[in-house]
């Protein structure tokens, strides 16, 4: 069976990962999430996907922004810069609350900004939160044909 919807977590952090994989196979959502450790790892997924005409984009990512190798801003703007891939939706993610990063991801076009928090349940809610918002709430434009 094919899920009806299909998320892309860009994550180093395995107990992170182990966290949102946990939260989105307790929700009543069909999700196939697939896991990125790296920047580069997540953009030669998403563009052998692009480059698939039998494979679609994932429904949303999920970008950490300390990341090693490629970065999470540098996999947002590659995202923002791919014909194929631009209108994705992109919730950053992450540990950082600083207003520059804040800034420099909504200038990038993210959809969203949240950071962290420490506290393990509140993440799993969080994840929730996000799973339902776009998901179950937000429209979006049909792809171009």
Known sequence: MTPSSEVLLVEDNPGDVRLIQEAFSESEGDHALHVAATGGD???????????????????????????GTDGYDVLEAIRGHSKLRRLPVVV???????????????????????KPIDTGVLVSMVRVIERFWFEHARLPPEPQ
């Open 42 to 68: 997540a953009l030669e997924w998403l563009n052998e996907r692009a480059r698939d005409p039998d494979r679609s984009n994932p429904d949303l990512v999920l970008l950490d922004l300390n990341l090693p």
């Open 93 to 115: 993610l992450t540990s950082s609350n600083a207003s520059e990063d804040v800034e420099k991801c909504y200038r990038t076009h993210a959809n969203a900004y949240l950071t």
